[in-house]
């Protein structure tokens, strides 16, 4: 894996983009003696000035992804009709397919135990020793971090919310605690993110689609198997994966402006400015 200079997602030292867009290099003679020109707007959209373009998309993708999962939030504990009249009915007649077809039953408890939180814990933990083991402290902090204060997160907002799982007749499946958000889906999202991301530099064309493809189909069918198996509403899975979405982009503007505004970052600036 391809650690060097720290880059989430990035191909190395060489100028190439990250996630969040633009190179680690910043261009001669984009020094701080230029930091006033062009009003702080400029600042933001100047693609001179790296950091600033990047950590605005970032906190502009953050923004956007928690806008719908506060109004969610909102609409749940306010128990807004619509809504649960949605919540209910997806919930019954998936439930019913369920009591008819043991086999499928059978299929989605497979899905859901096989990514199950734990399971997505242990594999970012692999990947952070991998990451230190390969001279990556910042990345493997990244990751370490993205994991735990997304989980962490999502067992704030269960003891908050409160609120009740599906009480269905004949349950073929049975899960304790508060429904919102789904835990699962959450650290599905939080794991295939991490992990995507941190392949990327490994992955060349066609194959970063295929990435992002599998990742989705994961997250997205855990998220159905817990709806499908009645442990969660559908807005309890919904509020997961844009929470996890949420997260990483919360967790990688932060680590975005920790490695452009490090030690490193300066002195390559002050030999470009040479």
Known sequence: MSTHGDHIGSHGDQGRPNPIGGSDQRRIGDSAGDAGTGGWLGRRFDHDRSLGLRLTLATAAVFLVLVPFTLLAVLVQTSFGPLNDLDEGVARDLHTYAVAHPGWVTFLQAWTDVFSPGVWRVLVGLAVIWLLFRRAPRLALWAATTITVGGLLGVVLKAVTVRARPHLPDPVSLEPGSSFPSGHAL?????????????????????????????????????????????????????????????????????????LRGPCSSTRRNVAAR
């Open 187 to 259: 650290n599905a999202t939080l794991g295939v993110g991490v992990l995507v991301l941190l392949l990327l530099p490994l992955l060349k064309g066609r194959w970063r689609t295929v990435a992002w493809v599998v990742a989705a189909v994961i997250a997205l069918g855990v998220a159905y198997t817990r709806v499908a198996l009645g442990v969660h509403w559908v807005s309890d899975v919904v509020a997961g994966v844009v929470l996890g979405v949420a997260v990483i982009a919360a967790t990688t503007a932060a680590f975005e402006t920790w490695r």
